[in-house]
């Protein structure tokens, strides 16, 4: 079964863009996500614009604020605290990567916890550790709801997540771990590999590199989850990290690249967005 994280997405945002609609007249107000993009890069074009087109499809407000490359570091940190102090902006995204000459640690950390949409900031990803009311980081949080749509139990499964990034990898892990999976990280240094992954239920897969993970690393009848994006050197075109064609055969559930993980990363951003508002509004 091919699980399909744009018609899940679909869904969700349907369902969300008829809420909002009750908050709106509740409230006096739509929900406001602001993405601040620093240069030209197109991946990041690409991101923000995909944010803003969400984000209007579900009938938020949205601000997309673009600031050239030389902008200083503190200058960049100026803009977040006005928005920070902003009670008409309910969340603040700023896309990275960033340019070398500005700290994305500090960047992150200067956007309130309470406006954190990515769920990046310290202290959310330490409430997150520390099994505390939390906004959930958006990749991880699209991977747990793309298995749960699949139907697939997690409880008591052997997962396997490669890579171990702080902003799939890791978090990945901890999810599938408060769904009381039982999970092994995997990362450059690991050993045996594809013995490892082979023994998956759920394999989880995230490292950024082009159909890295053949049919022989994947068991009979396992959920397969690729959250990779790349461009296939033969075609050109997006890949995961997965071999979709041959990997399909074995799993039971897959996801495909683009159309999976993706389309979820973004509908969850939009969920958080919602989180934070009515936070906001409830204070
Ligand atoms: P990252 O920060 O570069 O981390 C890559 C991870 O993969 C590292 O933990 C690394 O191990 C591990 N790794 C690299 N080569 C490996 C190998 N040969 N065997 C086993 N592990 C290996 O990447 P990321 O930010 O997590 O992103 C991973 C992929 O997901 C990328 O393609 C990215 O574009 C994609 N992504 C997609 C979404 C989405 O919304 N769909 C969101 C975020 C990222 P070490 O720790 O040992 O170096």
Redesign the pocket.
């Known amino acids: 079964m091919i699980i399909s994280g744009k018609d899940l997405a679909a869904e969700l945002k349907k369902e969300m863009a008829a809420d909002v609609v009750k908050y709106t007249a509740q409230y006096g107000r739509a929900p406001h996500l602001v993405v601040i993009l620093v240069g030209n890069d197109p991946a990041s074009v690409s991101y923000v614009t995909g944010k803003a087109k969400d984000s209007l499809e579900v009938g938020f407000k949205n601000t997309t604020i673009r600031k050239d490359e030389s902008i200083s570091e503190d200058e960049l940190v100026a803009l977040i605290e006005e928005l920070n102090a902003d009670k008409e902006v309910d969340g603040v995204l700023v896309q990275l990567p960033l340019p070398k000459h500005i700290s994305e640690d500090r960047i992150i950390a200067t956007i309130s916890k309470e406006k954190d949409v990515d769920g990046f900031h310290p202290l959310n990803v330490a409430a997150l550790w520390q099994k505390q009311e939390c906004v959930l980081p958006c990749?991880p949080k699209g991977v747990i709801k793309l298995l749960q749509r699949a139907g697939v139990e997690i409880a008591g499964k052997r997962a396997v997540v490669?890579?171990?990034?702080n902003?799939?990898?890791l978090p990945v892990s901890k999810l599938l771990l408060d769904h009381n999976a039982t999970v092994t990280m995997?990362?450059?240094?690991?050993q045996n590999?594809a013995e490892i992954a082979r023994e998956a239920d759920i394999l989880v897969v995230?490292?950024?590199?082009p159909k890295?993970v053949t049919a022989d690393m994947v068991g009979e009848g396992a959920a397969v989850i690729d959250?990779?994006?790349?461009r296939d050197p033969e075609t050109g075109k997006l890949c995961g990290?997965v071999d979709f064609e041959a990997c399909k055969e074995k799993a039971s559930v897959i996801t495909p690249v683009p159309g999976g993980?993706?389309p979820m990363?973004r509908c969850c951003l939009m969920e958080n967005t919602i989180e934070c508002y009515l936070n906001q509004m409830n204070k």
């Open positions: 990749t490669i890579g171990r990034s902003i799939v990898g995997c990362h450059s240094r690991t590999l995230a490292i950024g590199k890295f959250v990779g994006v790349n990290d993980c993706g990363t």
